[in-house]
């Protein structure tokens, strides 16, 4: 059963454009929805987060969309920068602390 | 540097065998959650602990096991290995951010089965 789903294995942008990873969900419980970025060889990193009662978040080239009634998240990297391609995991959280991963996108952002 | 220690970062051994893995937590950190990477694979949530006891189960297959121990480091022991098992392995401890938890995790460990 996979609730959180991220149905594009890999994206090409190019430097400066936008990058749009994006994630679908079944679980109506998550309470709130988080974007990883990771490196080979590290450990993902958290990148943003939002909470379920709002549609959108913003942290600098970063923001979040969440579209509740189409259980759709989004994540916008404005300008994209080289230094941005890496795998980025969408989970959702609940109240208890468990976060469920969706498979990853592969981003690569050519200069 | 994260804070979550996890050892051995790489580790090759043959199918049927047994290793273990570790995994500290933040300081202060009472959760430790273990994860699978496998390739093309998302991250699997195998198990979860809290101060000691286990709070959530998820893929973890018999031959896993895990554990919590008083100084609240967490072991990860995977027996009678095969091929399939070779993957990156993730602790994490969760950290309060504002209304929600995230995780932080660990470098991992690189499992390769031969």
């Known amino acids: 059963d996979q609730q959180v789903k991220q149905n594009s294995p890999s994206l090409s942008v190019q430097e400066g454009r936008i990058s749009i990873l994006n994630c679908d969900y079944t679980?109506?419980?998550?309470?709130?929805f988080l974007w990883y970025k990771k490196y080979p060889a590290e450990g993902p990193t958290f990148l943003i987060s939002i909470s379920s009662i709002k549609d959108k978040n913003e942290d600098g080239r970063f923001t979040v969309f969440l579209n509740k009634s189409a259980k759709h998240l989004s994540l916008h990297i404005v300008p994209s920068q080289p230094g941005d391609s890496a795998v980025y995991f969408c989970a959702g959280g609940t109240s208890y602390g468990k976060l469920t991963f969706g498979q990853g996108t592969i981003l690569t952002v050519h200069p | 540097d994260s804070g979550v220690t996890q050892t051995p970062k790489h580790l090759i051994t043959a199918t049927g065998q047994r290793v273990t893995l570790r995994c500290s937590p933040r300081s202060g950190d009472l959760s430790v959650y273990w994860y699978q990477q496998s390739l093309d694979q998302g991250l699997q949530f195998l198990i979860q602990?809290?101060?000691?006891?286990?709070?959530a189960k998820g893929n973890i297959l018999e031959r896993f096991s895990a554990q919590q121990f008083p100084d609240l480091h967490s072991e990860l022991n995977l027996s009678s290995l095969e091929l399939g098992d070779s993957a990156l392995y993730f602790c994490?401890?969760?950290?309060?951010?504002?209304?929600?938890?995230?995780?932080?995790f660990g470098s991992g460990t690189r499992l390769t089965v031969v």
């Open positions: 994490a401890s969760s950290v309060r951010m504002g209304q929600s938890y995230g995780y932080t």
């Open positions: 602990y809290y101060n000691g006891e286990e709070r």
């Open positions: 679980n109506s419980m998550f309470d709130y």
